[in-house]
């Protein structure tokens, strides 16, 4: 095996609060009311193994916090060294940690391990290549709200690993005002007015348009951020025109790889992409012993 290039590209973490939330979660669920019944059945109690986390492709590692958890949790006093961190790069076969403990603890935190590890390295693998489309364009990569039940603030993480930058994290830390809100308020300029008046003065606020027509009225009443919805090139850099640096402007909408490099040239100052955190296939990672026999 060898090792990647990139180890510990950048010094990112989760709150160990968030981490050791969502490990015990997992585990609760893996165990159920019986335990691995695999394991005990199978392996001596007290006996030691040791292992290595293996990269099957190449990828960007995120999630490596999780996985140190998930084997810490069962057995406290496991050596895990971390040769790869979160942020890092791989290649197919590079060895990601180094692990060794209670063998009953390591296969049976493995799934937890590797689930958490494989999904999140894989969106942060989609956001790094998004980001390298983009490089050169001054346009950042932002993600959205469509993730997993209960797995946002891991996936949100994940997209920063890859080098991608977070939307608002929820409802709660930002006002976008999309079309609905629009429809229902009667019309931007009430939408945008009674969002002035109720929100503080640390509040961004932000509004969807999806024509010139609509970007000149949200301009009048000065939003923070404009979002640029399904416009085709052309138009995109028409509005980017229009505002001429007057707020951010965002770009989304059906964003993909073959198109996001032609998006940013427009000149929008954000593209968001749904598909780092809904659709980013996970990155194969596993988990070999390599006790002597």
Known sequence: MTVASGVQARELRLPDAV???????SLAEDLGLGGDVTTEATIPAGTRASAVIAARKPGTIAGIQLAKAAFKTLDPFVEFETIVGDGGKVEVGAIIARVSGDARALLTAERTALNFLGHMSGI??????????VAGTGARIIDTRKTTPGLRALEKFAVRCGGGV?????????VLIKDNHIEAAGGIGPALERARRHSGHMVKIEIEVTSLDELDDALKLAPDVVLLDNMPPDLLKAAVAEVAGRVITEASGGVTLETVRAIA????????????????????VGLDFNTPR
């Open 19 to 25: 981490v050791e939330k969502a490990v015990a979660e």
């Open 124 to 133: 942060a693998t989609l956001t790094a290549r998004y980001v390298e489309a």
């Open 166 to 174: 977070n939307h608002r994290f929820g409802l709660f830390d930002a």
């Open 265 to 284: 040239e427009t000149g929008v100052d954000l593209i968001s992409v749904g598909a780092l955190t809904h659709s980013a296939p996970v990155l194969d």
